[in-house]
């Protein structure tokens, strides 16, 4: 069977399927990072990678390839409620790459990391036999009482996002800002039952955190922020929106709205549905799949 | 200017030269691990990729593959003294990619995990346009008087070597088992001043371990552990060999080599030269280096 006969949780569930591990490891593959028992406090840990002609054209700046391939992963840690540490990262280029492009590239893992307090403590570089590879790990941590997973919604809790959704290749994906102060700022003071950070798609992402929350959903289709000049497919399928999606309890919805417009008067937050009881009904179009187009 | 026309070392000082760390941390880049303070020990923390084409051909059974580029992680965290702890994995393949062959990888990945204690935390696949891509992030930790870096060499210092060198491309650099136990019984029981695996070649990485060291180097030509069926300059440039090269104090050479043979009877120790003041003399022909050849 080839993979793209399967969708890419299909697929990571056959190959993590048998994976054994300790229990030092509070939650393994299959959310947005790794989350280890660090004593008083989880360690996150995320390794990710992005590839010339699949996450950026070769046309795209080298500055912004570098600051989207930190931030990818920086978001990921914004998704759990933590706080970015650690980044080592590993350059595949042809020999005939100039090193000014490499220079370039290294400017924007820089500004990323100066920008959202990373530290780089590793850069290799390597050969590639065609395509730029990047791959970028990190690692955070979270104060245990802040950790949010994918796991943690139950049905009635309505369902938030931030910023718009959609169109995001028009340029967004090169230059957007990982959500961690809004995360952070959510663990600290609303309380969040759910997270994860829109990668793919709502579309993709809004089931999957309702299926590891073990609860259906509805969409309030109306509501939807779409980004200027996107339609409403675009908006649910797209993807790399980099922005926070999450379940609350419901008695803080007001409360969150009313103080989020203060806090964050720049970005806005839509209630886009709720958490239910179930099964939650498909999207008629399946999201970005690795796979699948 | 193009990076074929500049060494790795001189590629890796340009791209981090620029880069601030804070205190936490202890060794940024341009050793096996970065090195982190994590009170009571210092953490590890590696980033690595491997690439069909570069690091292994079309051919290679998926779960050889597998196991290569999570024990090429596993021999960086020997190098420091360290002992592994977790592991995030990204592979990318084409969309006619198999099913099977991406089990079989991840066999490989289990199986090398399993074997050295090393936690898969993560797991993920992407759309490769063209060759495999797989990036390997591990973490690892070592108790601060055991840790080990490539500068702590002493002029005097006599060098050692596990194992043979050379011709690791017939098989070995798919099959190497990485000298954790031998790495971890030398910080314990003997006391090392500066250690580095053995990737690109004695040629590339001595010269490395030296700088780093800030001394200079030379070789006994005669002693040199030559793997059957090669070359001395294969010996020194071939690459791939995952074995450890480490300088120790003068005084412990002979307790070294006695206790070596009861302890590791099946795993041959050479001393092969000594670091010495001033500059080492370079090897004639440069070792394996991933712009130039």
Redesign the interface.
């Known amino acids: ?4 006969e ?1 969708s ?1 949780d299909a ?2 569930e ?3 399927g ?5 229990p ?2 509070k ?3 299959g959310d947005d ?2 989350v ?1 028992d660090g004593g008083d406090h989880y ?1 996150l ?5 992005v ?4 996450h950026f054209s070769t046309e795209a700046p080298p500055q912004a390839v570098g600051w989207k391939a930190l931030c990818r992963t920086i978001s990921d840690v914004a998704a759990m409620g933590g706080e970015p ?2 980044a ?3 350059v ?2 042809l ?6 492009w ?2 370039d ?2 400017r924007g893992f ?1 500004y990323a ?2 920008r959202y307090g990373v ?13 730029v ?1 990047i ?3 990190l ?1 955070g941590q979270v104060e245990k009482e802040r950790l949010v997973t994918r796991r943690g919604g139950v049905p009635g809790d309505p369902l938030y996002v931030t910023g718009k959704l959609g169109g995001s290749i028009k340029g967004k994906h090169l230059s957007f800002e990982p959500r961690l102060a809004e995360a952070r700022w959510l663990t600290a003071n609303i309380g969040v039952h759910a997270m994860i950070d829109l990668s793919d798609g709502l579309a993709s992402d809004l089931p999957r955190l309702a299926k590891a929350s073990g609860t259906g959903f509805e969409i309030a289709w109306a509501s939807l922020p779409i980004a200027d000049g996107c339609t409403e497919e675009e908006a649910l399928s797209d993807g790399e929106d980099y922005e926070l999606l999450f379940a609350v309890d419901d008695t803080v919805g007001s409360k969150l709205e009313t103080e989020w417009k203060k806090v964050f008067p720049g970005l806005c937050l839509t209630c886009v549905g709720r958490l239910t009881e179930g099964e939650g009904k498909m999207f008629s179009k399946p999201g970005y799949d ?3 187009r």
């Open positions: 069977m080839k993979l793209s399967l890419e697929i990571v056959q190959i993590t048998q994976i054994l591990l300790d030092r490891v939650i393994g593959p990072c790794a280890i360690q840990l995320k390794a990710d990678c590839i010339e002609g699949v540490l650690d080592v990262i590993t595949a280029v020999p005939e790459c100039t090193l000014a490499l220079v590239l290294y820089r990391a100066e530290n780089l403590v590793g850069g290799e570089t390597s050969r590639s036999p065609g395509p590879f791959s970028v790990a690692t690795h796979f699948q």
